[in-house]
């Protein structure tokens, strides 16, 4: 039995070779074979005289197996994947590629690049799958939405404690502003906020999540109930009097965009802090300032639909003092004192008012107000002290002695049980000393 070679073809050169073996045969002209698959008549002839040679094996380009001219060399190679093991690892074929462009002059594609982790055995952390979202459309103008979050993560990767990335992203763009703080609360919230104002504006609204610090849990008020409002947190009330509309989601996919911002922070803004050694949130703010978010930005942001930019002009510290800051009321005493954070407080003007307002600031300090009107007020530094009843103290080998006509110093006296009876003749008990 004679074995028959296999012979590779692609779907191309298969479609080729049965138009050529037709002008072989005599069925169709070489002219018409070439109009067919789109060669010379000068090109079909050669492919005829390789095919009366070869046989079916002559229609196969002659470069198949051989290595392309235009390869990139094996030192080249060896090289990248040695630094991409040395300084990159756990870095995806993507970052990795531009690490490699950026730092050491070598430029490869990420195709390139992920096939050669792949014959390495170079391991990395891919996507995961994703599950199925109503797409929606973006805004149209720069400052018409942000999107707002923390993300809590080890950014440090155990060279600080933990900490919170506090981003922005403008919904039109994808351009990002972040900054670290200890913890995800009012204060940072505001602090950041008060920053990106600073740059870029006071943007129309904001989209976030319902976290007790952006969406209180407090139960409405008689008064709030009574004007159909709804208890606000500290940072909810402070963008609501900046004219910021609010707008809460209900689920981490609703904010998409800020969400799958921090999944790249996490993978390359970490390793950006690794290569860099930076092991303090002061350090991390100064790197994402100067170098992270404007090359970051400058790589992922796009053009809006128009051009208009809807963020309101920065409307001054004055302003954002007096907003930006947790408010509260207090009850006025009669001697004209409140207690505010186990301090106590002594106005320096007679006032007519039940409540007053007490704000505390980004940087500590304190200020009263009552009907928008700025009070004077000094900090009782030494709290008065109330006198304490002495207790009786016990003297060791003293013991009290009760008087002569106390109770317990009264004869004894024992008493009968007799029956006696009442005006209408009914018996009635009684008690009778012997």
Known sequence: MVE???????????????????????EITQIKAGELIGLSDRQIRRLLKRLRKEGDAGIRHRSRGRPSNRRIPKRIKDKAIM???????????????????KDHGISLSEETLRRWFKEADITYEG???????????RKAHVGEMIQMDGSHHDWFEGRSDSCVLMAYIDDATGRVYARFYDYEGTYPAMDSFWRYIERYGIPQSVYLDRHTTYKSKAKPTIEEELSGKEPQSQYERALSELGVRVIHAYSPQAKGRIERSFRTFQDRLIKEMRLKNIRSIEGANRFLDSDYLPEHNEK???????????????????????????????????????????KLYQMLEKIRARKVVVATRLDGTVEITHEGRKLEYREIAIRPRTEKRKKAVLVKGHRHMPAKDHPWKLPFKPQRRVASETSNGVPESAYEHR
């Open 4 to 26: 028959k070679d296999i012979i590779e073809m692609s779907g191309r050169e298969l479609s080729r070779l049965y138009i050529v073996k037709q002008a072989l045969e005599k």
């Open 83 to 101: 630094v991409c093991r040395k300084h990159y690892v756990g870095f995806g074929p993507t970052f990795a590629a531009e690490k490699l462009m």
């Open 127 to 137: 996507r995961k799958g994703r599950h199925h979202r109503q797409w929606r459309e």
């Open 300 to 342: 992922f942001c796009i053009a809006p639909l128009y051009d208009a930019d809807l963020h309101r002009p920065n409307p001054g510290k004055r302003v954002l003092v007096s907003t930006l800051c947790v408010k509260e009321l207090r009850t006025l005493r009669n001697d004209f004192t409140i207690a505010h954070n186990t």
